[in-house]
């Protein structure tokens, strides 16, 4: 090959690639533009392990983690907190870049396993909308950051088990097995579900040579055991430090495998017709006693079954993609408990990385064809895939939208699912903050019509009635929510709230000290109680040390960033007699309030500060 036509091939990869590049940040301008939504707060913005000192120590080897043991995650989070803070733009970014970066591996590795189309599969993982939750969403920072180690660790597991092996100095082929199994170890600590990475790769070496010898398995005996042993790590994790063993979805074996059949051509439908995306999708109901229910699952053995039939026609790639795009849903088709479920069966950030298998045999027998049609293919082709992709970068680029923040996805979430309860209470909280409380009780009467059980919905429901100064059905709520959840923190500490009001101080303080025991980091019931012990005039329970203890290790963690907090603490102090400590943490909070343009706080402190300083 020439030096010309080496050029040549080069400008033709480089303009690839920035059409990659450049339609993929075009498609998720809105995203860029876009604040924090959902979990993101667990992540970012509340996440003290992002600004502790000993944050990256305690990401990687204690339970500190707010969520799931994700230590790459975090690890990518408090670099970028100290690159540019909290302002999300930099993390949409990232998450941006990381999907562009992402279909660049998809084009090689097809292009290395020889797949037709490789190139314009590449692009429409790039801009597919059912994409867009994975990417616009920053808590979704684990789909894209593990699907880069993912891809990069069967290219180079690929490039080892397919090339030659040929030991000249140093092994290279070794060295490539060795990089292949730290990347995958870099997946597995950014999501757990890449554990199918050896599962897959075993039928990536079926499909190419027809069988799966002994010395593959043997090869990839290492990957199963880390695979395994991280599976049972995070299990552990989840149960012991998440209480995902206390979700009980009330299903029996029959009903997760009726839910996992159905979920899987509802994917395949969303890859082929992207309408209608939505944040929560209406929870299926599961009736395994109804014949018509089996009708997925009936689907799915035919399809099997036409796929093994016909094996010698079709040849084994699609049984290959299929078997793919299975193998990587597994962990999220319902046989494992997932905490989503309790509202929906089903997300689009499920199928990110499953999603290769299908979009790769659907170009692919769109290549074959081509080839069958002739001297035309190009003419005909060419418009239909720039079709495609102008369509589907569209349809992203509309979809990320709806990322701009909280209320615009809980309002689209309801437009397209009138029935989420998930949208209704968490838009109910929105409205609430803001004093609307006619909106609030259209929300949150919903969402119990819809869980009547529910103690969320139950908690909800009180501290409306309780802003509304109905305080007795208030304690209604309350007492119910805590019968189905005794657990319930939130629940306690309204509950104080409505005693207290009533004057049951005795009785308030109770629930906000068994909130404080249920989670002892709950630093809006340590406020709340130290400002009742501070002010309270029955010697019984006026404790103002206490209160000072209780108010400081509220102001700790929250970085004494929160007005509302310092101030209850220079309360707290004035009640003890430490009156200089006082004045110096009100002017604290009246300055902190300002910046915050908290004026009515403002008011509010300043008007102590009087009384503090001259006392009628």
Known sequence: MNSSIRQRIWIVRLGSTLVIVVACLAAYIPALQAGYIWDDDFYVTNNQLLSAPDGLWRIWFTRDSPSQYFPMVYTTFRFEYALWGLKPFGYHLTNVILHVVNALLLWWLLSLLSISGSWLAAAIFALHPVHTESVAWISERKNVLSLLFYLSSALAYLRYALGPRIKTGQDKSERLYMLSYILFLCALSSKTVTCTLPIVLLVVLWWKHGRVSREDVQDLMRFFILSIAWGLFTIWWEHGHQGTS??????????????????????????????????????????????????????????????????????????????????????????????????????????????????????????????????????VTMPIAVLVLATLGTLTWHQSHIYKDLETLWRDTIRKNPDSFLAHSNLGDIVFERNELDETAVHFSKALS????????????????????????????????????????RAHTNLGDMLEKQGKLDQAVEHYRTAIQINPDNFEAMAVLARLLAVSKDNKIRNPDQAIVLAEKACVLTGRKQPEFLYVLAVSYAAAGRTAEALATANEAVDMAQAANKQQLVREIKTWLQLQVYPK
């Open 246 to 379: 206390r979700i009980n979805l009330g299903i029996n074996p029959i009903e997760r495998t009726l839910i996992a059949s159905r979920a899987l051509w509802f994917y395949l439908g969303k890859l082929i017709w992207p309408v209608n995306l939505t944040f929560s999708y209406p929870q299926w109901k599961i009736n395994a006693s109804n014949p018509l229910q089996y009708s997925w699952l009936l689907a799915c053995l035919i399809a099997a079954w036409g796929l093994w039939r016909w094996r010698n026609k079709l040849g084994r790639g699609p049984i290959a993609a299929i078997l793919f795009f299975v193998i990587t849903l597994s962990p999220m088709l319902g046989f494992i408990s997932l905490y989503t479920f309790l509202y929906s069966y089903v997300a689009d950030h499920y199928q990110y990385v499953a999603s290769i298998g299908p979009i790769t045999l659907i170009v692919a027998a769109g290549c074959l064809i081509r080839d069958r049609i002739g001297r035309w293919e190009n003419a």
């Open 450 to 489: 819809l869980k009547p059980d529910d103690a969320t919905a139950l908690n909800n429901m009180g501290a409306l009635s309780g802003r509304q100064g109905k305080f007795d059905q208030a304690v209604t709520y309350l007492t119910k929510a805590l019968q189905v959840r005794p657990d319930y923190a």
